[in-house]
């Protein structure tokens, strides 16, 4: 693929409600990482995927969040039990290097916008 | 662990002029400092990085500089153009450590 893929690109959901978001990494990158931005703010970390190693999870805001990659691929960032407060742009991220002593270029998705309401 | 912090977090400049973003670190062993333009609406990209074995590096109009000692790094941009206006994000890595650790953002405004 071009690049890393995001869908939906907007999901309007009622508080309550669980929501799947998706990210399709560029082929080859063994990093993946996922973030979360509201409206006019800074990059907001959520978790963590390196090849075949247990996903970092320290950045998930709460246990209604949690998230999982597939066969080294697919990710899929799932809410549960939508709040308000978690309406924003949820960010996905690929990496060809990463790890000790070699961070490489973080590749973005267009981000999927999330509306609780 | 590491912190980044960034400013200012808004500049406005007259298009022509130069603009500077500044970024300081805490960690020490840090050794990877790119710099990402998230233009409105858009994802963030990366325009510039740099790496802790050398003080400079330029591509055509922006410039990044590093001082470990001091522990902070800066974007330069001259020649400042409409389309330079976006929010721009610093970050900062260690070898311990695959996350990449980042400012809190610079929106920069270019008055025509």
């Known amino acids: 693929g071009a690049g890393v893929s995001q869908s939906p690109s907007n999901k309007v959901t009622e508080k309550g409600k669980d929501v799947e978001l998706r990210c399709d990494p560029i082929?080859?990158?063994?990093?993946l990482y996922w973030y979360r931005q509201s409206l006019g703010q800074g990059l907001e970390f959520l978790i963590y995927?390196?090849?075949?190693?247990?996903?970092?999870k320290s950045g998930l805001p709460s246990d209604r969040f949690s998230a999982e990659r597939t066969g080294g691929s697919v990710s899929t960032l799932t809410i549960q039990r939508t709040q308000q407060e978690d309406s924003a742009v949820y960010l996905c991220?690929?990496?060809?290097?990463?790890?000790?002593?070699?961070?490489?270029?973080?590749?973005f998705g267009e981000g999927s916008r999330l509306t609780v309401l | 662990g590491e912190n980044v912090e960034q400013h200012p977090s808004t500049l406005s400049v007259q298009e022509g002029d130069s603009a500077v973003i500044k970024c300081t670190y805490s960690?020490?062993?840090?050794?990877?400092f790119p710099w990402y333009k998230q233009e409105l609406g858009k994802r963030p990209q990366l325009i510039i990085d740099?790496?802790?074995n050398v003080g400079e590096k330029k591509d055509q109009r922006i410039a990044v500089t590093l001082n470990k000692t001091a522990k902070h790094f800066s974007l330069h941009i001259t020649e400042t153009q409409p389309e330079d206006s976006a929010v721009y994000f610093c970050?900062?890595?260690?070898?311990?450590?695959?996350?990449?650790?980042w400012g809190a953002g610079t929106k920069l405004i270019i008055k025509p």
């Open positions: 740099i790496r802790s």
């Open positions: 970050a900062a890595s260690s070898p311990s450590n695959y996350q990449l650790i």
């Open positions: 082929s080859g990158h063994t990093a």
């Open positions: 995927f390196q090849g075949n190693s247990a996903p970092d």
């Open positions: 991220a690929s990496s060809l290097l990463a790890g000790t002593g070699n961070t490489g270029e973080l590749f």
């Open positions: 960690d020490s062993a840090s050794n990877y």
